[in-house]
């Protein structure tokens, strides 16, 4: 969707993702082998009382249902307005319980900002608030997010920036 | 346990070095394959567009530089995690073959509710060594971690 056309305010479902004690310790293992996120007995001694996801974790999986969503919109025939996504940053990233093996998460973005990005005038800063929430409808995760999103050129010859006669 | 670095360990001023790493493009394709699957972190032919070439996710370089904190700092302290992370900023695209390194900056301590532990806010910053000049920083995020406090008569 063009910058232009992205409704502000409008809440929408990303996806879900079951957490699991191997999928969470593979996270782990690779990228942040604290005891209690990698090892079963040191978190049942840790104050977490077992096993919980590494933050990183829980914020990759929401990039991974980001990108399937747009894959699935775009299968479903939305126009395919750019190739890859960029983003300047994040904010506010909160982590306000632990997620645990077993966790069903469902992570859901609400746009609510449009800036202007003068280095690249043919892209707009949208910005988004991002929840997820385990089955219980608690939340786990929240956060500001920032992505680059193509405005829609001014004619259709002047997609890639050149102007063609 | 007594070598553990405590929250009284922790000074406003102190830079931790956290190691160098050099990315290969077998990493920066393995994490995007699982979380970020996009042509400028996945093909090397691709990637022409925004970001000029391959070029690692930058939930990829907040993992590593997670990876890079357990290793240098917290698997030698009582780290309990953290909450949250104030802000990330991604500032320069990074690709396979950059030598990075990571700097935590202590920038303040503040109590928590627990008495038995308290909350240390660093400044992790991650640059790219350059041939000549000053290093670059591609990477930077603020975070407050909670960690144990030394064991006193009063904490319960």
Not at chain 2, 107 to 131: C, I, N, Q, T
Request: charged letters at 25%.
């Amino acid at each position: 969707m063009w910058f232009e056309e992205i409704p502000l305010g409008n809440k929408i479902t990303l996806g879900s993702y079951a957490f699991t004690e191997e999928n969470i310790i593979a996270f782990a293992r690779k990228y942040d082998p604290q005891p209690f996120h990698v090892d079963k007995d040191a978190a049942a001694r840790s104050p977490y009382g077992g096993l919980i996801a590494s933050g990183w974790h829980t914020s990759s999986v929401w990039m991974k249902l980001v990108i399937a969503y747009r894959h699935g919109r775009i299968a479903e025939g939305e126009e395919a307005t750019q190739a890859n996504f960029v983003s300047p940053g994040v904010r506010e990233i909160r982590w306000p319980k632990p997620v645990r093996p077993g966790m069903i998460v469902t992570y859901t973005n609400e746009p609510f900002a449009k800036l202007d990005w003068p280095s690249l005038p043919q892209y707009g800063l949208l910005e988004g608030k991002n929840e997820a929430f385990d089955q219980d409808g608690t939340l786990v995760y929240s956060f500001i997010n920032q992505v680059l999103m193509a405005r829609r050129p001014a004619t259709s010859g002047r997609a890639d920036g050149n102007v063609r006669p | 346990m007594t070598d553990l670095l405590h929250f009284e360990d922790f000074r406003a001023g102190q830079i931790f070095a956290l190691g160098t790493h050099t990315l290969t493009p077998e990493e920066m394709i393995d994490y995007a394959r699982d979380f970020d699957p996009q042509p400028q972190h996945l093909d090397p032919d691709a990637a022409k567009d925004l970001l000029g070439g391959l070029a690692a996710s930058g939930w990829y370089l907040c993992a590593l530089a997670m990876r890079m904190m357990v290793d240098g700092l917290f698997n030698r302290s009582t780290s309990l995690g953290a909450p949250g992370v104030d802000e990330v900023q991604w500032r320069r695209p990074v690709r396979a073959g950059d030598k990075v390194r990571l700097d935590g900056e202590v920038l303040d301590r503040r109590d928590s509710s627990r008495p038995e532990r308290g909350f240390v806010r660093f400044r992790f910053s991650m640059w790219r060594a350059k041939e000549t000049g000053e290093d670059e920083r591609v990477m930077m995020f603020t975070c407050s971690v909670m960690f144990r406090r030394r064991a006193s008569a009063g904490s319960a």
